[in-house]
């Protein structure tokens, strides 16, 4: 017989409306200015934004401003990186001088510079000021490395996730354009997050979009979620969506349109806790569905995986072979392209079945086709293709 247990919610929050903070909470605060719709209004929008930075109290604990804090509007490409050299540094410098004077820890999205391609980055400074670390957007967006000319090089390698962890508590980081990339989710909630950081600059999807997006990654990851992005104006109904939401999924506060921040308190070592079914311990979200998971029957995923062939160089290293063992030693030894024969007369699907299963996505794939091919054959080659998510990554 099937035991069903009750839901166990380990949870504590407030409002924090009047700075008062339970034994073991955090005071969170998500700044939220108005995005300018012309270079005119950078300026005030700016300003804003070191007003909302001189107005924080020691009684905070986490400070979180959006992805581009120092761009708070709309520019022209050339004008992106003016404006980030403009009002970076200041910038910078009035989240450290926060963190020293309020004690508290400050989280901002802001172009890091240091680099000889400037970087998409979360800048975070410890509550004497130092800077603790810096998170790199994981999934740029076409615009920003063809329009702005970010550097997009270290996202085609693999890496850990980033994660800090600070006074005991483990914070991982997510922005704008990473929150749409669910399958990571898996992999951040292995990692035991205590809280996640997100820096946004989301102006198009609708609001209840944005619910949906941030309940599912805190309730995914078992962690708090706290972001920050900027609102289209008070009247909007897209954008905005500043907030903090707690691992049970629950929207503890948002700011939706508001200019305006945001103060929530929480425990981050309060966990909500689920039925697992058949008996079994209540777990977290993330643990009851890895008792179950079969990644081999999902789209290929892992370090092993290259980038397509829209993202490789023109000269690339080739090993030709019909020989699956050696065009697996070729790919395990770094070679980029592989190349084989398939023949229209022959058994070819016994051929390429193998090499798709073990090979696919692993390498570029030359696939030479002799013989005569009917479109119905072509066809089906192609779904086997499109079957093992090798589309990508396959010419002929």
């Not at 979180?64 to 009002?87: C, D, I, R």
């Not at 963190?99 to 400037?118: K, M």
């Not at 948002?254 to 425990?267: A, E, G, I, P, R």
Request: aromatic share 12%; net charge negative.
């Amino acid at each position: 017989m099937r035991r069903f247990l009750l839901p166990i919610l380990l949870l504590a929050c407030c409002s924090c409306q009047n700075n008062g903070k339970s034994e073991g909470q955090m005071k969170a605060r998500v700044i939220q200015p108005l995005f300018a719709m012309d270079e005119a209004g950078l300026d005030a929008s700016y300003e804003w934004t070191l007003r909302e930075l001189r107005d924080c109290d020691p009684s905070l604990d986490i400070v979180v401003l959006p992805e581009f804090s120092e761009v708070p509007g709309k520019t022209s490409a050339p004008g992106f990186l003016e404006t980030v050299h403009k009002y970076g540094p200041q910038l910078l410098e009035a989240c450290q001088e926060t963190a020293r004077r309020c004690s508290t820890l400050v989280f901002c999205g802001a172009i890091d510079t240091s680099w000889d391609v400037p970087r998409n980055a979360i800048f975070v400074y410890g509550r004497d000021g130092s800077l603790l670390g810096k998170y790199y957007k994981e999934h740029l967006t076409a615009g920003e490395w063809q329009k702005y000319g970010l550097d997009k090089s270290y996202t085609e390698q693999w890496n850990e996730p980033y994660l800090l962890d600070i006074e005991g508590i483990r914070y991982m980081f997510l922005i704008c354009y990473d929150f749409y990339f669910y399958e990571n989710y898996s992999n951040i909630a292995r990692w035991k997050p205590d809280v996640i950081i997100g820096a946004s600059h989301q102006r198009s999807d609708p609001h209840h979009v944005l619910d949906i997006i941030d309940q599912f990654c805190a309730y995914n990851t078992g962690a708090y979620l706290v972001r920050a992005s900027v609102s289209m104006g008070r009247n909007s109904d897209i954008g905005g969506c500043s907030c903090v939401v707690g691992p049970d999924g629950k929207i503890m506060g948002n700011l939706y349109s508001k200019v305006d921040h945001l103060d929530v308190c929480f425990d981050p070592h309060k966990k909500f806790l689920k039925p697992a079914g058949y008996g079994n311990p209540p777990a977290m979200h993330s643990e009851y569905i890895e008792i179950g998971r079969r990644p081999w029957k999902y789209r290929p995923g892992g370090s092993a995986i290259v980038p397509p062939l829209s993202e490789q160089p023109s000269e690339r290293s080739v090993v030709y072979s019909n020989d699956l063992a050696t065009l697996g030693a070729a790919v395990a030894t770094g070679v980029q392209e592989i190349a084989f024969d398939l023949d229209a007369s022959s058994d070819w699907e016994s051929v390429l079945r193998p090499i798709m299963a073990k090979l696919a996505c692993h390498a570029i794939m030359n696939i030479r086709l002799k013989g005569d091919w009917t479109p119905e054959a072509r066809s089906r080659l192609e779904e086997i293709v499109f079957a093992y998510d090798a589309v990508e990554y396959v010419y002929y």
